[in-house]
């Protein structure tokens, strides 16, 4: 009895340890690597970033809908360096009165870094939004140690604000067309081509009729009923 009991365990050892080893070879044959992005593609559907945010567009996208009011209430992060009030004084930070348009490094007198002074051109609406957004990725070895505006939208309001704050403020910058905008300009240009070759060429006679009007004038138009009235 127990040759017998030692045979059926031995059977059931050895098929479990066959059909584990075929499950291991079964999947190495047939292992797949898991993709670096998950999901396919979907035409007309907005990529986003890793992080979950939709991509970030020109800020004069976001500058459209701008609100100074909202903007200063931004500004209240950069008050502790900076002030800008029109002859306010410099903090940590410059004075802001009138910084759009200028030149970087142009209060007189402020010790700006050579990071920041060595930049070319203006602060302009792309150049304060940059700096803005990230002033060491702007100016690498500036002192800034403001951390950044993540949000566009908090970025083009506080823009918005600042911009007001001069005696010669800039304008707006004109905000580019979307893809769909363009998309729907180019679909209907053809339509309003094939309208326009329908319509009817009308000729000067036509285009001009003649009105006959005033006192006197007779009741009906065209010579032969003239004619007929005489």
């Not at 067309?177 to 094939?194: N, Y």
Request: proline share 10%.
């Amino acid at each position: 009895m127990d040759d017998r009991s030692n045979t059926i365990a031995g059977w059931v050892l050895g098929a479990g340890i066959v059909a584990l080893g075929a499950s291991i070879v079964t999947g190495e044959m047939f292992h797949a690597e898991r993709p670096e992005k998950m999901g396919y593609p979907i035409e007309g559907v907005e990529i986003e970033s890793e992080d979950g945010a939709a991509a970030e567009q020109p800020i004069a996208v976001y500058l459209a809908a701008a609100d100074p009011a909202q903007g200063e209430q931004v500004f209240k992060k950069c008050v502790t360096c900076h002030t800008v009030t029109k002859g306010g004084p410099n903090q940590l930070g410059p004075n802001l009165w009138g910084a759009m348009g200028k030149p970087h490094g142009h209060v007189p007198g402020f010790p700006y870094t050579d990071a920041l002074k060595s930049k070319p051109g203006v602060w302009d609406w792309e150049s304060m939004s940059a700096w803005l957004k990230s002033p060491k990725g702007y100016a690498p070895g500036t002192k800034m140690t403001f951390a950044g505006l993540s949000k566009p939208e908090d970025r083009a309001n506080l823009l918005a604000y600042l911009n007001k704050q001069s005696d010669s403020p800039l304008p707006l910058p004109t905000a580019p067309a979307t893809p769909a905008a363009a998309a729907a300009e180019a679909s209907d240009a053809p339509a309003a081509a094939e309208k326009a070759e329908d319509e009817p060429i009308l000729t000067e006679a036509q285009a001009t009729p003649t009105k006959v009007g005033g006192e006197g004038a007779p009741s009906v138009a065209g010579r032969a009923e003239q004619t007929k009235t005489r």
